[in-house]
């Protein structure tokens, strides 16, 4: 069964760090493109890191951009958004999502989602 379940959410105060973790299983793991998305009540989902056309960089959206930074570990097939200098405005519902399509992870229309984590930045 193919899975991606996010951990490492929860409360955090303003300026604090978080260190999200997405553990694939039943996948060829270093195939996938994976990337890293938000969501709030009431807004569409946005996507927060993705990699870049080339597959070589990453794009981070401009909110996280210095503050936030995705790393993957293929040998223990697991993705990372490390998360710094919180503010507020990240508490969402964080997904972490694959696809063998970089177009459609890019589109936010990956086939592979998991469950989501949730990130409570307060003051």
């Known amino acids: 069964q193919v899975r991606l379940v996010e951990s490492g959410g929860g409360p955090v105060q303003a300026g604090g760090s978080l260190r999200l973790s997405c553990a694939a299983s039943?996948?060829?793991?270093?195939?996938?493109?994976m990337g890293w998305f938000r969501q709030t009540p009431g807004k569409e989902r946005e996507f927060v890191v993705v990699?870049?056309?080339?597959?070589?960089?990453?794009d981070y959206t401009n909110a996280v951009k210095g503050r936030f930074t995705i790393a993957r570990d293929n040998a223990k097939n697991t993705v990372y958004l490390q998360m710094n200098s919180l503010k507020l405005e990240d508490t969402a519902v964080y997904y972490c999502?694959?696809?063998?399509?970089?177009?459609?992870?890019?589109?936010?229309?990956?086939?592979?989602w998991g469950q989501g984590t949730q990130v409570t930045v307060s003051s």
């Open positions: 039943g996948l060829t793991f270093s195939s996938y493109h």
């Open positions: 999502a694959a696809d063998l399509s970089l177009r459609n992870l890019r589109s936010g229309a990956a086939r592979l």
């Open positions: 990699p870049t056309w080339s597959g070589a960089n990453t």
